[in-house]
Each structure stands twice: as C-alpha cells, then as structure tokens.
Nanobody, 115 residues
C-alpha cells in the first residue's frame, strides 16, 4: 500500500504558475508509474501527466508545452510544474501511483485559475 501526500495547489491568475508536489510513502523507484490527474467541475477525471520508473513522460495534449512532470530524487517526490495557466485548468488535481497492486490516489488539491 502507498500513501500519497500532495501539496502546492491554490489560486492563481491566468498566465501564472504553480507547482504541485506528491510525496509517496515508499521510494519513487519502487513505483511503476506516477501521475497527475485532474477533475474539473462537471467533468470526468483525466490524465494530465505521468512519469514511469524509467523516466518516460506522457502529457495530455491540452497541457503539452506548459506543464512538466519530474522526479525529485532528493525529496522522494514527483512535481508537476504548471506554467501559462488557463482558466480551463481549474480542477482538483490528484496524484496517482501505480505499483502493480494499485492504483493509489492522493486526497486531491484544488487549483483555481482566475481570468
């Protein structure tokens, strides 16, 4: 079992930046894939970005070129750097970890982008 602790959400104006962090309760290198999902008002949860144990990344088309997912080995965490934020990025963002026995989910963190 893996616990995920998220941080970094908040309110930002359009064009601004935020960084989300996710700290798992076990080594990030023991987790097959870690990712960030989001669920906007009245929408289904969707994948935003993911990173595999080998370092391969994947992004939703809507965030390519604006968001970056990366591992922080020193802090045993995964960050999602979000730049050039748009009002349509407003959502609850969830960290997820796939261990093969998962997936496991964080509690979610609210990101609100004002126009």
């Amino acid at each position: 079992q893996v616990q995920l602790v998220e941080s970094g959400g908040g309110l930002v104006q359009a064009g601004g930046s935020l960084r989300l962090s996710c700290a798992p309760s076990k080594s990030i290198f023991s987790i097959n894939t870690m990712g960030w999902y989001r669920q906007g008002p009245g929408k289904q949860r969707e994948l935003v970005a993911s990173i595999t144990r080998g370092g391969s990344t994947n992004y939703a088309d809507s965030v390519k070129g604006r968001f970056t997912i990366a591992r922080d080995i020193a802090k045993n965490a995964v960050h999602l750097q979000m730049n050039s934020l748009k009002p349509e990025d407003t959502a609850v963002y969830y960290c997820a970890a796939d261990t093969g026995a998962g997936p496991y989910w964080g509690q979610g963190t609210q990101v609100t982008v004002s126009s």
